[in-house]
């Protein structure tokens, strides 16, 4: 049996429609009311238990997506403007008594519940709570330089710059990269992960921000590094990458969360994706053009038939696996992300594949019923346990919170071609 799709099947996948994408953007935004009435303040953890997520507080790699998903409500609250929508996802009177919301009361429900957001990042980064990780970008991109860009937001914008600071404090000149976990210059944490390609955005924005080149070269020398070791020879990619501590030089690859070393984990493959469209858009290195068009390749030649990725690509059909549905929105943005860059008919191809991707999620993923689930895609995979990779086992077929964020980013791409992004 055929693992893999092939190349004549996956031209012939249908595309999303633009009714679709309405569709499925209309019903994130009210899933977004309800959620923002329902956590009452709290973020919800990275991934859902039988298809809710449970609240609690700011802490972890994920909460930054709540917040994104939160601009992204407001950029889009004509959605719901008109709609009066309870907090039990009825329509009813609004909790506040107006009859109905107008467009301004949607915008500005949205902007306080992000604003009171960014106040709790703000605190986060004062207090230095669980920041001894890389993945400022993923926390303080979505939220507070989202906050800084749609609303000029002091609080978002000063956030995001200790943010920065942060994320430089973890370079590591010899190998010149910057260190994922762990404490700094541990021989069993040298290492750099495939995800981080992220987190730089982050830094781009602070030397934009401050003028201060610092943010950019060490975010320019990071890309250099991971550009240049993490890729495989078959275009696939390495999870984590460690580098030797005294020359600087690859010492060898790993996973954490994919099955095995030599496999490629399938969010792996899709930061990958995602991650080489923002390193080119911020350099404008040519060669980062085939490094994007070699990962994504083999991202979409490991696709089973109907799209939906297994969570690690050495899966397919007939695998008794579960599915990484993330994986597929976050690649599809990096491809519509990619497309602005591309010529013309490069750029028509990796959107009608995007576009696959999104139909194929939108048909077998996505959440259409509250009393189903309160997050936004369905399948999504966290961490898998396999006997030979060394992540802690969570949210295994559930919804996970970037997921439900990359859903909204991609069809708010789609639907708002001119839109800004955060990253
Ligand atoms: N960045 C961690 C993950 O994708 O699970």
């Not at 800084?148 to 200790?162: I, Q, S």
């Amino acid at each position: 049996m055929q693992k893999w799709i092939n190349e004549t099947d996956l031209l012939s996948y249908p595309e999303i429609s633009d009714i679709e994408i309405k569709t499925a953007l209309k019903f994130s935004v009210e899933q977004m009311v309800r959620n923002i009435y329902s956590f009452k303040g709290n973020f919800p953890g990275a991934a859902s238990f039988d298809g809710f997520y449970k609240p609690g507080v700011n802490k972890g790699w994920t909460t930054g997506f709540f917040t994104g998903e939160t601009w992204l409500s407001y950029e889009n609250a004509s959605f719901v403007a008109g709609e009066r929508i309870g907090a039990d996802g009825k329509l009813r009177e609004n909790p506040e008594g107006a009859s109905e919301r107008t467009l301004q009361d949607v915008k500005d429900f949205f902007s306080h519940a992000a604003e009171r957001q960014v106040l709790s990042f703000l605190s986060r980064i004062e207090r230095k709570a669980d920041v001894d990780h890389h993945d400022m970008g993923f926390l303080y991109s979505p939220s507070c330089v989202a906050a800084w860009k749609l609303r000029d937001d002091e609080n978002g914008r000063k956030a995001a710059l200790l943010a920065a600071d942060q994320l430089i404090s973890r370079f590591q000149p010899v190998g010149e990269f910057i260190q994922a976990w762990g404490r700094m210059g541990a021989p069993e944490n040298y290492r750099f992960i495939i995800d981080c390609l992220l987190n730089l955005p982050l830094l781009y924005w602070a030397t934009g921000e401050t003028g201060d080149p610092k943010y950019r070269d060490i975010a320019e020398k990071h890309i250099h590094t991971a550009m240049a070791n993490v890729i495989r020879e078959d275009d696939s990619t390495w999870h984590t990458v460690f580098m030797n501590p005294k020359t600087g030089k690859f010492d060898h690859g790993a996973t954490c969360q994919g099955y095995k070393d030599g496999s490629a984990w399938a969010r792996g493959q899709a930061w990958g994706v995602y991650g080489t469209a923002v390193a080119y858009k911020y350099t404008k290195r040519p060669e980062y053009f085939s490094y994007f068009k070699r990962v994504t390749g083999y991202f979409l030649h490991h696709l089973p038939k109907d799209l939906v990725p297994y969570w690690d690509l050495t899966f397919g059909d007939g695998d008794d696996e579960p599915r990484d549905s993330s994986s597929a929105v976050i690649a599809a943005c990096g491809m519509l992300e990619m497309a602005k860059y591309l010529s013309q008919e490069e750029a028509a191809y990796y959107t009608s594949i995007a576009r696959k991707l999104l139909k194929a999620i939108y048909d077998a993923c996505r959440v259409t019923d509250p009393e189903e689930s309160n997050g936004l895609l369905l399948h999504g995979t966290y961490s898998k346990k396999s006997p030979y990779n060394t992540c802690t086992p969570e949210g295994v077929d559930e919804c996970v919170i970037w997921g439900d964020y990359y859903w909204m980013e991609a069809l708010n791409r789609l639907y708002n071609p001119s839109w800004q992004i955060y990253w």
